[in-house]
Antibody, heavy 120, light 107 residues
Framework: QVQLQESGPGLVKPSGTLSLTCAVS??????????WSWVRQPPGNGFEWIGE???????NYKPSLRSRVSISIDKSNNQFSLNLSSVTAADTAIYYC????????????WGQGTLVTVSS | DIQMTQSPSSLSASVGDRVTITCRAS??????LNWYQQKPGKAPYLLIY???TLQSGVPSRFTGRGSGTDFTLTISSLQPEDFATYYC?????????FGQGTRVEIK
């Protein structure tokens, strides 16, 4: 059974950097046909895709976030990370990591989500 | 970005009712459409991918149809555990985009 678990600070100051890690079990993030992705959901709202990484050698980001976001892989610990810089209150959201199936590009496994609040 | 528009935004229904949710894309996305269910405080759960294919373990009362720009998700006989919010998502183009959600409430 594939499981994903987000971790990281729940509170980030404005202009700071949001950093989250997703630990994956039941699948290898450095092999196979799947991408590994971050999606966020502002409280009470819909979903916004942030970006994805493949085997640590390919990344795609939402264009409006590209200047502030990076996703990386830690193969030795089978986890991947999100960094989002220069945050504002608009970045307050529940952040999910998810596995993206390589063929259909559907999100078939999700972490439980972690609420990150941007506030001083 | 491809805009995904769901209708209705919410609906009230009773156990046993047949329910249909519509998702429309701002351009043709072939069959690159996925449906998710989300319950309060939980992560989304994949129901249907590639417009019509039921994810493993999902009950057969869920049916997806459509191609191009117009898609539907139908629940043939609503069960108590189906009261949730449903989202469509296009995977035709990176940046993936989601509909705004349809909340299915108990009448």
């Amino acid at each position: 059974q594939v499981q994903l678990q987000e971790s990281g600070p729940g509170l980030v100051k404005p202009s700071g950097t949001l950093s989250l890690t997703c630990a994956v079990s039941g699948d290898s993030i450095s092999s196979g046909n799947n991408w590994w992705s971050w999606v966020r959901q502002p409280p009470g709202n819909g979903f916004e895709w942030i970006g994805e990484i493949y085997h640590g050698v390919g990344t795609n980001y939402k264009p409006s976030l590209r200047s502030r976001v990076s996703i990386s892989i830690d193969k030795s610990n089978n986890q991947f990370s999100l960094n989002l810089s220069s945050v504002t209150a608009a970045d307050t959201a529940i952040y999910y990591c998810a596995r993206l199936v390589g063929g259909t590009r559907s999100f078939d496994y999700w972490g439980q989500g972690t609420l990150v609040t941007v506030s001083s | 970005d491809i805009q995904m528009t769901q209708s209705p935004s919410s609906l009230s229904a009773s156990v046993g009712d047949r329910v249909t949710i519509t998702c429309r894309a701002s351009q043709s996305i072939s069959n690159r459409l996925n449906w998710y269910q989300q319950k309060p405080g939980k992560a989304p759960y994949l129901l249907i991918y590639a417009a019509t294919t039921l994810q493993s373990g999902v009950p057969s009362r869920f049916t997806g149809r459509g191609s191009g720009t117009d898609f539907t998700l139908t629940i043939s006989s609503l069960q108590p555990e189906d009261f949730a919010t449903y989202y469509c998502q296009q995977s035709y183009k990176i940046t993936y985009t989601f509909g705004q959600g349809t909340r299915v409430e108990i009448k």
